[in-house]
């Protein structure tokens, strides 16, 4: 157990609709990450907040925002949601610079 | 720029076999180096972690690794594996800017019986 937990472990929505995934970090860890995992794609890097900021961007679309709110945990939300939007969704937490601690996942199925 | 090139995109080996898994990087500094290891239907967890200290890095489950600067590169290796090695293993190097992670396709390692 990596301590980050991520709600809900699983979502099934259809296209064009709008999803929000969760996610808090361990005690302590004031980065967030996001990445996605689909099987085309591989593992992508979408976004990183460091308390409370935008910190960095990655293969993120317009479609997707995501926000770190203060007590440091984090939303993903996701809208005009298409097929090839179906992954899992990571998030990582962080305390030092680069090592990241996973959640368990999200995995999301649009129909 | 940073970069991570995962040389095996599958690697199969025996029970009992020893394990590599390559992993060269490119890096316009002296850079961390990690394996993460991801089981089937699991989240991601980290192996091992290199930062310039020993350039052989122990990690869990009897996997180390070996940072070697000249070759640009930071293999995997374990004396023997084991079924419940299999797994996807990727390499990843950190940027050199905003903390984020530059990360390789993965290897994916079956274990024969």
């Known amino acids: 157990d990596s301590g980050v937990t991520q709600t809900p472990k699983h979502l099934i929505t259809a296209t064009g609709q709008r999803v929000t995934l969760r996610c808090s970090p361990r005690?302590?860890?004031?980065?967030v990450y996001w990445y996605q995992q689909s099987l085309d794609q591989g593992l992508q890097f979408l976004i990183q907040?460091?308390?409370?900021?935008?910190?960095a961007k990655g293969n993120i679309l317009e479609r997707f925002s995501a926000q770190q709110f203060p007590d440091l945990h984090s939303e993903l939300n996701l809208s005009s949601l298409e097929l090839g939007d179906s992954a899992l969704y990571f998030c990582a937490s962080s305390v030092v610079a680069d090592e990241q601690f996973f959640g368990p996942g999200t995995r999301l199925t649009v129909l | 720029a940073q970069s991570v090139t995962q040389l095996d995109s599958h690697v199969s080996v025996s029970e009992g076999t020893p394990v590599l898994l390559r992993c060269n990087y490119s890096?316009?500094?002296?850079?961390?180096l990690f394996w993460y290891v991801q089981h089937p239907n699991k989240g991601l967890q980290l192996l091992l972690k290199y930062t310039s200290a020993a350039t052989l890095v122990k990690g869990i489950n009897g996997f180390e690794a070996e940072f070697k600067k000249s070759e640009t590169s930071f293999h995997l290796t374990k004396p023997s594996a084991h079924m419940s090695d299999a797994a996807e293993y990727f390499c990843?190097?950190?940027?050199?800017?905003?903390?984020?992670?530059?990360w390789g396709a993965g290897t994916k390692l079956i274990i024969k019986p």
């Open positions: 890096s316009s500094y002296s850079p961390s």
């Open positions: 907040y460091y308390n409370g900021e935008e910190r």
């Open positions: 005690s302590g860890d004031l980065s």
């Open positions: 990843v190097v950190s940027s050199d800017s905003n903390y984020q992670l530059i």
